[in-house]
C-alpha cells in the first residue's frame, strides 16, 4: 500500500513538471501563430481554394527568390506542424508519393487579413514587442504598483501612440477589427434597441467603425465618433458620421446616446 502511495505521488509529481514545462514554452503557440498572421499563410490558401503543399504556401510568402529555399521549406514546416497540431490548419497525409496538402480550419478563417471579420490585426497588435515588453514588468507591479506599460516604455499607452505612428497604426488597425467582430453581432442581436434615438456619441470609438455599424443598421440616426485627436485624423469617411477629436475626461459631445464600449478599463 505504501509502495502504491509513493508510485502515485512520484507520477503526479512527473505529471506536474510536464505541465510546467508546457507553460513555459506557451509562447510559442503565440509566436508560430504571429508569424502565419506575418507570412499571410491562411490568405495564400484561401486564394488556391483548395488545400495546397507547402512549397505552393512559401512561394506565396514574399520570398525574394524564385524559388523557396531548403531553409525557408523547413522552417515554414515546423510552424505548420504545430499550427495543424494546434487545430489551426488541417494536413492531409500524403497519397502515392504527393506531398502533404494544408488546409483552413474554422480558426484560420480568423486570420484572413483580407476578411470582413478577422482578428489578424489583434493578433499583430497583441504580439508585437511594444505590446510584450510591459508584460517583463507584472511582479514589478505587484511588488511597487505602478503600470506595466509605463515602466517598460516611460508612459502611457495613449501617450506612445500619439507619438509613435507604427503603434498608432497597429493600435487603431487592431482595435477596429475587434471592435467590427463586436458591434455586428450587437447590432444582430441588439435588434430595435437604437429605433428610437438620432444621434450616438461613440467615446473612444477609434477610427469610427463601431458607430458606423449602428448608422448603417439604422440610417437616421447621426453618428459622432469621438477619441484622442491623432486616432481619429487617420480615421477614414463613413456616410452618416462625424469624427470629433478629444479628451472624454474633459468634455464629450452632446448625442441622444453615450456608447462606450470596453474603455472604461484602460483607465481603472
Known amino acids: 500500500m505504501e509502495d502504491n502511495k509513493e508510485l502515485i505521488e512520484a507520477e503526479a509529481k512527473q505529471q506536474g513538471q510536464a505541465e510546467i514545462w508546457q507553460y513555459m514554452f506557451k509562447f510559442v503557440d503565440s509566436m508560430a501563430l504571429r508569424s502565419a498572421v506575418e507570412l499571410r499563410i491562411a490568405d495564400t490558401i484561401h486564394s488556391h481554394g483548395r488545400p495546397i503543399t507547402l512549397s505552393q504556401i512559401a512561394s506565396g510568402v514574399g520570398s525574394s527568390s524564385s524559388s523557396p529555399s531548403p531553409d525557408m521549406i523547413t522552417c515554414l514546416s515546423r510552424i505548420m506542424r504545430l499550427l495543424v497540431c494546434k487545430k489551426i490548419f488541417t494536413a ?70 500619439s507619438t509613435d505612428k507604427e503603434l498608432n497604426k497597429l493600435l487603431n488597425d487592431g482595435m477596429e477589427s475587434k471592435g467590427r467582430i463586436a458591434m455586428k453581432a450587437l447590432v ?14 461613440d467615446v473612444g470609438g477609434g477610427t469610427g467603425e463601431g458607430v458606423a455599424e449602428i448608422v448603417k443598421a439604422y440610417p437616421w440616426i447621426t453618428g459622432i465618433n469621438f477619441d484622442f485627436p491623432h486616432v481619429v485624423a487617420t480615421a477614414p469617411s463613413y456616410a452618416g ?27 481603472g
Open 241 to 267: 458620421v462625424s469624427h470629433v477629436g478629444g479628451n472624454m475626461f474633459e468634455a464629450i459631445p452632446k448625442a441622444d446616446v453615450v456608447f462606450m464600449k470596453i474603455i472604461l478599463l484602460n483607465f
Open 188 to 201: 444582430s442581436a441588439y435588434k430595435d434597441g437604437f429605433g428610437c434615438v438620432g444621434s450616438v456619441v
Open 92 to 161: 492531409s497525409p500524403p497519397v502515392d508519393g504527393e506531398e502533404t496538402l494544408y488546409g483552413l480550419t474554422h480558426s484560420s478563417t480568423w486570420l484572413l487579413r483580407d476578411g470582413d471579420t478577422t482578428l489578424a490585426p489583434w493578433i499583430l497588435l497583441l504580439m508585437d514587442p511594444i505590446a510584450l515588453a510591459p508584460w517583463q514588468y507584472l511582479s514589478s507591479c505587484v511588488k511597487d504598483g505602478g503600470f506595466a506599460f509605463e515602466k517598460a516604455h516611460g508612459c502611457d499607452i495613449w501617450k506612445y501612440a
